[in-house]
């Protein structure tokens, strides 16, 4: 099987991301790459649960780290019936695609899939939890290639020698559109903020970008107005973890105060990925609210005093007002006719393109 990971960074190959193998998930702790490059080894469906819950892997990671979890699953409850192995399954779906509540909806379709493989795989007497690895990398290569199509309708609207601004780890889409360039010959600087309090702008994105050979420079959260007015950022992107059906996107936190600086700025705010039927409207959306500590450290050092209280959303809501396009495998639509993307004839069950 021909994978879609050739040519992209590290962090980016699948096995990279997470593995299952030998009854056990081994996870790439992005708390602390590229620090560290170490991996979180789970040896319970539920410690892969914790794990994403825990961030030890994120953006597009849990879309693996979720199916590896379920084969680690199929392995637990090897030695029972078929029907008691399925109602185990059950059970660790609900688990495991309960990890973080904003992605409840996408992790539970993908729990699905796996669900419906593993019943295919207990009644052709097969290995369940290698027939789930094995969807997992079909599943991964779909996804791959979907994003790469969405690259090259990115890369589409990078000027030549343009300056591209993004925000968090946008994970596939980054990879896809740095690769897109690279074949075209096409040439590009990158900045990014950190996106604190984990820095995956500066951990994750910036190594990406780094490895894949780019012109990559990280800047701290509060300097996105000046950068974009100094430096001539022609683009703003990112991906998203929701895109509503009616306009509004839901990603990182920051991401709102970045596309009003790039409106006021007339910027283009181009988000990457395919409209949630999940989300028909933005009331849909639950904002996960996460330890506010992390607010008051850096990396594991306290920089507030104690007593002072922290304050920590995951995630805000951009209104389609401030968004220029959405770049899907499709095409671009814009965000007040997103309808379209379905009605064009494609219906995404998977609905994972980050």
């Known amino acids: 099987m021909q994978r879609a990971d050739h040519d992209l960074a590290f962090m980016l190959q699948y096995e990279n991301i997470a593995w299952y193998e030998d009854g056990k998930v081994k996870i790439l702790d992005r708390r602390i790459y590229p620090a560290k490059v170490e991996f979180v080894t789970c040896h319970t469906h539920q410690e892969v649960a914790q794990a994403i819950t825990d961030m030890v892997t994120q953006s597009a990671g849990p879309y693996t780290a979720v199916p590896m979890g379920m084969a680690l699953a199929a392995h637990e409850c090897r030695d029972k019936t078929a029907a008691e192995q399925m109602e185990y399954l059950r059970k660790a779906a609900h688990t495991i695609s309960h990890a973080r509540p904003t992605t409840v909806k996408r992790m539970a379709l993908l729990c699905?899939?796996?669900?419906?493989?593993?019943?295919?795989?207990?009644?052709?007497?097969?290995?369940?939890?290698?027939?789930?690895?094995?969807?997992?990398?079909?599943?991964?290569?779909?996804?791959?290639?979907?994003?790469?199509?969405?690259?090259?309708?990115?890369?589409?609207l990078f000027p030549e020698n343009g300056t591209v601004m993004t925000h968090c780890f946008a994970e596939t889409i980054v990879g896809m559109m740095l690769r897109e360039c690279s074949e075209r010959g096409k040439h590009i600087r990158l900045f990014c903020p950190e996106t604190r309090p984990y820095f995956q702008g500066a951990r994750l994105t910036a190594t990406v970008c780094r490895d894949m050979g780019f012109d990559v420079t990280v800047i701290?959260?509060?300097?996105?107005?000046?950068?974009?007015q100094r430096e001539g950022v022609d683009v703003f992107t990112t991906a998203a973890d929701a895109i509503c059906c009616d306009g509004h996107v839901v990603n990182k936190v920051g991401t709102f105060q970045n596309a009003i600086v790039a409106k006021y700025m007339g910027i283009p705010y181009f988000v990457t990925g395919a409209p949630d039927q999940g989300h028909p409207t933005v009331d849909t959306v639950h904002i996960e609210m996460r330890d506010p500590n992390f607010t008051l450290q850096a990396m594991g050092v306290r920089t507030a005093a104690e007593g002072v209280k922290g304050y920590y959303p995951a995630f805000d809501i951009t209104p389609p007002h401030l968004v220029s396009g959405v770049v899907t495998d499709l095409g671009i639509y814009s965000p007040y006719d997103l309808h379209r993307y379905f009605t064009d004839g494609h219906i995404d069950e998977h609905n994972l393109v980050v």
Do not use: H, W
């Not at 795989?121 to 979907?146: F, M, P, W």
């Not at 701290?220 to 974009?228: G, K, T």
């Open 112 to 156: 699905d899939l796996c669900l419906a493989e593993a019943e295919r795989a207990l009644a052709a007497g097969e290995d369940t939890a290698q027939a789930i690895v094995k969807k997992t990398v079909e599943l991964n290569n779909t996804r791959y290639e979907r994003v790469a199509r969405i690259g090259k309708y990115l890369v589409d």
């Open 220 to 228: 701290s959260d509060n300097m996105p107005a000046f950068v974009m």
